[in-house]
Structure formats: structure tokens, C-alpha cells
Nanobody, 123 residues
Framework: QVQLVDSGGGAVQAGGSLRLSCSASTRARATAWFRQAPGKEREFVAFINWYDDAMTYYAASVRGRFTVSRDKTSNTAYLQMNNLKPEDTAMYYC??????????????????WGQGTQVSVSS
């Protein structure tokens, strides 16, 4: 069992920055971030594995603006979000799998989820 607590959301203006945190009760194999806006399906945002290669993967819509990282000493993953846009407004969730995902962008690959943290970006 892995318990995840995500935090760091807030309200910012377009062009601003936020850093989300995902604290895990124990080290997971990987951490991913998804987001869900009202009336829309949950969508993949970013991924990082906890192996030495620290492979990362981003959705096209956030590549170049968001950066995912990890801190092994605290079992915490971070999502640094820069140059935020109104279309980034959503509830953001971190997630962890029990096995290395075959497709990191698929929500069904992840068994553990945080409670979510709201990000609101105004124009």
C-alpha cells in the first residue's frame, strides 16, 4: 500500500508559477500527475520513475513549461509549473503504480491516487 498526499495548488494569474508536491508513505516505482477539469475526462500531465534513470515523460500540452522531479530522501515528487495558462485550470492528482507502467499516460496503470489539489489560472 502506498498513500499519497498531494499539495501546492492555488490560484494564480496567467504566466505565473506553482509547484505541486506528492508525498508518498513509501517509495513507489513511479509517480505520475493527471488533471481533470470540470466536465472533462482525466488527462495525463507528467511522469517520472524512481529508478536511477529518472525517466520523465510529458503531455505535449505542458512540455517545456512543466518539470517533474523527485526527492528520494523524502519520497516526494514535485511538479514545477511555469508559464501557466487558463487552460491549465483543473484538479491535479498524483498517482503511483504497483508495477512499472507499460503506458505511463494511461490512468488505469496506476493503483494509488492522491486526494487532488486545485489549480486555478485566471487570464
Amino acid at each position: 500500500q502506498v498513500q499519497l498526499v498531494d499539495s501546492g495548488g492555488g490560484a494564480v494569474q496567467a504566466g505565473g508559477s506553482l509547484r505541486l508536491s506528492c508525498s508518498a508513505s513509501t517509495r513507489a516505482r513511479a509517480t505520475a500527475w493527471f488533471r481533470q477539469a470540470p466536465g472533462k475526462e482525466r488527462e495525463f500531465v507528467a511522469f517520472i520513475n524512481w529508478y536511477d534513470d529518472a525517466m520523465t515523460y510529458y503531455a505535449a500540452s505542458v512540455r517545456g513549461r512543466f518539470t517533474v522531479s523527485r526527492d528520494k530522501t523524502s519520497n516526494t515528487a514535485y511538479l514545477q509549473m511555469n508559464n501557466l495558462k487558463p487552460e491549465d485550470t483543473a484538479m491535479y492528482y498524483c498517482a503511483a503504480p504497483t508495477q512499472r507502467p507499460r503506458d505511463a499516460s494511461r490512468a488505469r496503470e496506476y493503483e494509488y491516487w492522491g486526494q487532488g489539489t486545485q489549480v486555478s489560472v485566471s487570464s
